[in-house]
């Protein structure tokens, strides 16, 4: 079979400019749109995740602002800040970058991000708005998902969807937008009994667990498209994902690990924080 390349750096660019256009008009405004990064954690690839954020922002005219806190701040400190940030009026888009120091619970916190500035659908305000069909900003990983099934014209209404992962962050999300577009959705876990019987006949196969080479032959057929969302790094320092290289060739469409859904993500949320800074400024 001849396997489509569902890369994520032409939508990521693509995007970036639409956001460019719209930072530099709300920069002509007089309100620049800033995005403020809360850090609490020394891990490295929060880091490194942090330090992308930052480079997609400054090349999209959108302000960043990282908040760290130190990996010793307490759950009390996190919260102050992220109330703090949530009443500036000059900021338009926060989130709240894990790992998390111990005792502090992400959920509970990201409760204390204000919806309409919550452009990574941390708060479960936004979570449970997205459920019910209510404009939220979803968690970017998860919009990035469609992005790139989008810009790559894959058709979903009707069609069978299996999202492996259960996560707040992606699994349950990209379930839910899945269903948004009318796809028939399977959600499967560390618990399904059978995940290849699950996984084989699906027409769309999403996957974010965390386990290089879990997706392997026998869960796939020749016209599955497989977005691979997991990021697992390798002791060279490179970055695999969650399906077994031996499944390119043998599926209809694969995304790329890396430079697949991750630089979307950091282009949707910019373009979060840009609708955000729109809506506030009356645009
Ligand atoms: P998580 O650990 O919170 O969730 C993992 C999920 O996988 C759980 O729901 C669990 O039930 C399921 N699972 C575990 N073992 C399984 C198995 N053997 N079979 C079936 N399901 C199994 O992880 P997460 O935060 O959702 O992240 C998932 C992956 O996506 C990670 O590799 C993470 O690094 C990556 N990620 C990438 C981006 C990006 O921008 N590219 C963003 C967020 C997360």
Redesign the pocket.
């Known amino acids: 079979v001849e396997t489509a390349v569902l890369d994520g750096t032409g939508p990521a660019r693509a995007i970036r400019a639409e956001v460019a256009a719209a930072a530099a008009e709300l920069a002509a405004a007089g309100v620049p749109a800033r995005l403020a990064v809360v850090v609490a954690t020394d891990d490295e690839?929060s880091a490194w995740?942090v330090r992308s954020i930052a480079k997609a922002a400054a090349k999209s005219g959108v302000e960043c602002e990282v908040v760290d806190l130190g990996a010793d701040a307490s759950a009390e400190r996190i919260r102050e800040e992220l109330a703090a940030l949530s009443g500036e009026p000059e900021v338009h888009g926060i989130i709240l970058q894990?790992p998390l120091p111990p005792g502090a619970d992400f959920e509970e916190l990201a409760s204390s991000i204000a919806p309409d500035k919550d452009v990574d659908g941390a708060n479960p305000l936004s979570a449970g708005r997205l459920a019910a069909g209510l404009p939220a900003f979803p968690?970017?990983?998860a919009a990035?998902v469609l992005a790139v099934l989008d810009h790559h014209g894959v058709p979903l209404a009707g069609r069978d969807c299996a999202v492996?992962?259960?996560?707040?962050?992606?699994?349950k999300p990209v379930a839910q937008l899945l269903l948004g577009r009318d796809a028939t959705v399977t959600i499967?876990?560390?618990?399904?009994a059978d995940?290849a019987a699950r996984t084989r006949t699906a027409d769309v196969l999403v996957?974010?667990?965390?386990?290089p080479g879990?997706i392997a032959e026998q869960h796939v057929h020749r016209g599955s498209v497989v977005v691979d969302?997991?990021?697992?790094p390798t002791p060279d320092g490179g970055l695999v994902?969650?399906v077994d290289p031996a499944v390119a060739g043998r599926v209809a469409a694969l995304t790329p690990?890396p430079g697949?859904?991750?630089p979307?993500?950091?282009a949707l949320l910019l373009r979060h924080t840009v609708r955000a800074a729109l809506a506030e400024s009356g645009g």
């Open positions: 690839s995740y894990t968690p970017a990983t990035a492996v992962g259960r996560s707040t962050v992606v699994g499967c876990h560390r618990h399904t995940l996957v974010a667990v965390g386990r879990l969302v997991g990021t697992n994902g969650d690990v697949g859904v991750g979307v993500t950091t």
